[in-house]
């Protein structure tokens, strides 16, 4: 079997130290060529190696990881994104679909990373979740400017936040609705979508439902009570939600 050739960038080196053995100890398959420690350092050593994956720490004095990104020519391997933990960071990150570790890297999240990674060397190259990382890097945090990378059954479809209209779990898959696009089958489940979108103004309201705050348009009084939304879908509250739901609205419509 052919080795995953890989070059490591974090400009601490107790964390390139750390992670290198780590892929050692836990990921044989990984043959790491070069470590780096500066932007310039890693676009050369991109350039002369080619590699299959790079572990980019995207949090880096000077030029940072998405920035070294968009100077190169193409991106044409793999990525495993590692960072210290960042609330807007690991929200860009978890919106974009990319694979990503949080530092420091447990073993068990990194295999599972390398794993998937190896799957997707040699196969078609899709780029959309690492440009929708870098967008939503660009948004200065203002979330409903941000975007999803939706996984489905033939790759990935990349949409804009705000023109979710509402989340329908389906078991492993989740059913997202739009404003103004057919809807799509997805491969996360809603509390993935939940947990990805929960900054976004999107507030769970019931075990099968997410909704989007900016396409509800009437609450109506009941044991849990029902939402409207735009579309003039009506939404059941649950018992359990429905505390959250009216702290969520007075927060984001504040009456």
């Not at 080196?13 to 836990?26: F, Y």
């Not at 099968?208 to 009084?221: G, Q, R």
């Amino acid at each position: 079997m052919n080795r995953i050739k890989a070059i490591l960038i974090d400009d601490e080196p107790r964390g390139l130290s750390s992670l290198q053995k780590l892929l050692e100890m836990h990921c044989p398959e990984v043959n790491v060529l070069q470590l780096c420690r500066r932007t310039n350092e890693a676009i050369s050593a991109i350039e002369k190696w080619q590699p299959d994956l790079i572990f980019l720490d995207i949090e880096m004095p000077g030029k940072n990881g998405f920035e070294l990104l968009e100077e190169l020519p193409a991106i044409d391997f793999e990525i495993i994104f590692v960072t210290a933990h960042n609330d807007y960071l690991t929200r860009a990150l978890h919106l974009s679909a990319v694979d990503y570790l949080l530092k420091p890297v447990e073993e068990n999240l990194l295999i599972e990373a390398v794993k998937r990674a190896g799957k997707r060397i040699g196969g078609k190259k899709d780029h959309q979740p690492v440009e929708t990382f870098i967008h939503n890097m660009q948004q200065s945090g203002v979330a409903q400017k941000m975007k999803l990378c939706i996984p489905f059954s033939k790759g990935f479809q990349v949409v804009d936040i705000h023109k979710i209209m509402y989340i329908e779990g389906n078991g492993n898959y989740s059913n997202i609705h739009f404003t103004d696009r057919p809807m799509i089958c997805a491969s996360k489940t809603i509390l993935e979508y939940e947990t990805a979108l929960e900054d976004s103004n999107f507030v769970r309201l019931h075990k099968s439902y997410v909704v989007n705050l900016d396409h509800i348009t009437e609450y109506i009084k009941g044991e849990g009570g029902s939402v409207m939304l735009s579309n003039g879908k009506e939404i059941e509250v649950s018992r359990r939600k429905k505390e959250l739901l009216m702290r969520r609205m007075k927060e984001y419509f504040k009456y």
